[in-house]
């Protein structure tokens, strides 16, 4: 695979529409669902192009917990088929991203060693609603049956289980009214919006002729489609015999635009506090806590969870349905909510409402149900066909986990494979991904990686490391872009540099310094998307776009793009 094969360059993604405007499948929605199902159509041989309306991964999959996770809590409602499945998915992506993952130990306190035994089992049979922890020594029986049920390709520790005084030690400040705590592993994502990413170069790179664009808009015309780009402000006809829908939780919306009538799913929002608190942050290290948020009433019971980034911690999160999704936002409310629940876990934590530096906010697509349980309703996918009214097939994308991205496309692609009468060629489930492809497992071998690096392009020793830490084994391409000392210059201290803003406009098509800080780089997540470095952001990218040659060391062709600037 060359570099360019894998660039996502919107010039040259317009001219090869221009070129050939016929697809096999067209993939409405950039989340991971769809940067997913792109990577594995395109696997299969087949032409396709996704269109997003707004930024890749800019959805619900930029704004989650950011857990790969196996799903222990559908233990509670017995759904032990989906466990086993979500655990298998998230063992898949560790082994295909280890750039992009880490353990993260997930600890469960409870006020009892037994209690809530009974009422566990009658959840679980789907004879008791609400949703709360049960006795630790309950629930390190549900997470011994969680690691047996993620064997298969299992690359993360063994739970385990804290006894009140380990507890104390361990968490600082913690509530004293949890007498012990199980605890199982995870994996952390880094960056779940750059995975989106890597997903669609990745499908780019099959070298099958699939495109993508962001901030772009499908309309269903007389014979086909009509593509807006709204960064180059071209229109252009294209076709396809299949169309699948990966509008998140706008499904419904997406199959009435190609004629079709559907309730496929329930948009439930979902609020995450970044909240500066140092002292909890320091208590949590490296762990996440989950936790009963309000218990006041059983039927409304909801779990939290807190982990820390630096000197702030990641809390969340909520579920609220949404008639609109495109019009929910975060409420006061919400923030009360969670701020209270923190301080039942830390009940002298030194934080309030006035720590609160930034928030998460997205609309989690849950399969369509009548109950109105919806920390209880299922997590599973489905994928629906329709025939859409000009006769096209249209494939509908319901639920689903980040983690099971892969689950989903493959579902997504044998109904699109089924419709087109072609056969499977290939799996995706054992790729590696992106930059997580020959990745150095171990410590000695990334030091070496990045001392090849450090030679190779005449960086320092320390961003060496960040960008082998930060892009795995893509960061050749990345340094490429650190030519001169004006492209070393770094923003927001040392997290990002101006050479690096490039690479993303050039090659990842980020267009706005929202695109960059939230979903190019951790800045927002870390707290360092500041006003000033958004700035420093704007002014490399307008700085390209007028010198677009003094971009890249390895390649004399002009990587403009015509980005437009918009503010966070
Ligand atoms: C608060 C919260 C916490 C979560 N935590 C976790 C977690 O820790 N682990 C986990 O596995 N999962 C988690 N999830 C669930 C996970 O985020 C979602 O299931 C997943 O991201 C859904 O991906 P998607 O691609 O289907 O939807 P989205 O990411 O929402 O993507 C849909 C895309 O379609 C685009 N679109 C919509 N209409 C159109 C149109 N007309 N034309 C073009 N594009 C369109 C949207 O702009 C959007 O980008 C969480 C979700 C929330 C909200």
Redesign the pocket.
């Known amino acids: 695979m060359t570099s360019d094969s894998a660039r996502l360059d919107r010039r040259r993604f317009l001219a090869e529409i221009d070129a050939d405007p016929d697809f096999d499948i067209l993939i409405?929605?950039?989340?991971?669902?769809?940067?997913a199902t792109l990577r594995e159509l395109s696997a299969q041989g087949l032409r396709c192009l996704l269109?997003?309306?707004?930024?890749?991964?800019?959805?619900?999959?930029?704004?989650?917990?950011?857990?790969?996770?196996g799903g222990f809590r559908y233990l509670e409602t017995g759904e032990i088929r989906l466990v086993r499945r979500?655990a298998t998915e998230r063992n898949l992506f560790v082994a295909a991203a280890p750039h992009q993952t880490r353990p993260l130990r997930v600890v469960l306190p409870s006020e009892t060693w037994l209690g809530g035994a009974a009422i566990a089992l009658l959840r679980a049979l789907g004879l008791a609603a609400g949703h709360s922890l049960p006795g630790a020594l309950v629930l390190r029986a549900a997470v011994a049956l969680y690691d047996a049920l993620g064997r298969s390709g299992r690359v993360l520790p063994l739970g385990g289980l804290f006894t009140r005084a380990e507890l104390g030690r361990r968490y600082p400040g913690i509530s004293p009214r949890f007498r012990a705590a199980a605890y199982e592993y995870e994996a952390l994502?880094a960056s779940?919006e750059r995975v989106?990413i890597e997903l669609i170069e990745d499908a780019v790179a099959e070298g099958v002729g699939s495109i993508a664009l962001n901030y772009?808009?499908?309309r269903p015309t007389a014979g086909g489609f009509v593509v807006s780009d709204g960064v180059s402000g071209a229109a252009v006809r294209v076709d396809a015999g299949v169309v699948v829908n990966?509008?998140?939780?706008?499904?419904d919306?997406?199959a009435k635009?190609f004629g079709v009538e559907t309730r496929l799913v329930d948009g439930?929002?979902?609020?995450?506090l970044l909240l500066r608190a140092p002292d909890v942050a320091a208590a949590l290290g490296d762990d996440l806590l989950f936790f009963e948020g309000d218990n006041s009433d059983p039927r409304q019971r909801r779990l939290c969870c807190v982990y820390a980034i630096g000197a702030a911690v990641l809390l969340?999160?909520?579920?609220i349905p949404v008639a609109v999704p495109d019009a929910s936002r975060p409420t006061a409310a919400e923030d009360a909510y969670l701020l209270a629940a923190l301080r039942r876990l830390f009940p002298a934590g030194a934080f309030g409402a006035e720590d609160i530096v930034g928030r998460?906010?997205?609309?989690?697509?849950l399969v369509a149900a009548d109950d109105g349980d919806l920390t209880g309703r299922s997590?599973d996918h489905a994928v629906h066909v329709h025939a859409a009214t000009d006769g096209r097939m249209l494939i509908s994308?319901a639920?689903?986990?980040?983690?099971?991205?892969h689950a989903?496309a493959a579902d997504a692609a044998d109904a699109a494979l089924t419709a087109l009468g072609r056969a499977r060629r290939a799996s995706t489930g054992r790729r590696p991904i992106g930059g997580g492809r020959d990745f150095p497992r171990d410590a000695a071998g990334r030091q070496r990686a990045a001392d090849d690096l450090a030679r190779r392009f005449g960086v320092d020793d320390a961003l060496a490391e960040r960008l082998i830490a930060t892009y795995g084994s893509r960061a050749g391409r990345v340094a490429a872009y650190l030519v001169g000392p004006e492209a070393r210059t770094s923003i927001a201290g040392d997290a990002v540099t101006v050479g690096e803003v490039r690479f993303f406009a050039c090659e990842e098509m980020a267009t706005t310094a929202a695109d960059v800080a939230q979903r190019r780089t951790r800045l927002f997540i870390e707290g360092a998307a500041t006003r000033e470095a958004l700035d420093a952001i704007d002014r490399a990218l307008a700085e390209l776009r007028r010198a677009p040659q003094t971009a890249r060391s390895e390649s004399a062709e002009a990587p403009l793009e015509d980005v437009e600037h918009a503010a966070v």
């Open positions: 409405v929605g950039g989340g991971v669902a769809g940067a269109v997003e309306r707004a930024d890749f991964a800019s959805g619900a999959s930029g704004a989650l917990t950011r857990v790969a996770q979500s994502i779940p989106a772009a808009e499908i990966a509008a998140g939780a706008n499904v919306r997406v635009l439930v929002a979902g609020t995450h969340g999160a909520t579920e998460l906010h997205g609309v989690r697509p997590r994308i639920g689903g986990k980040w983690t099971t991205f989903i």
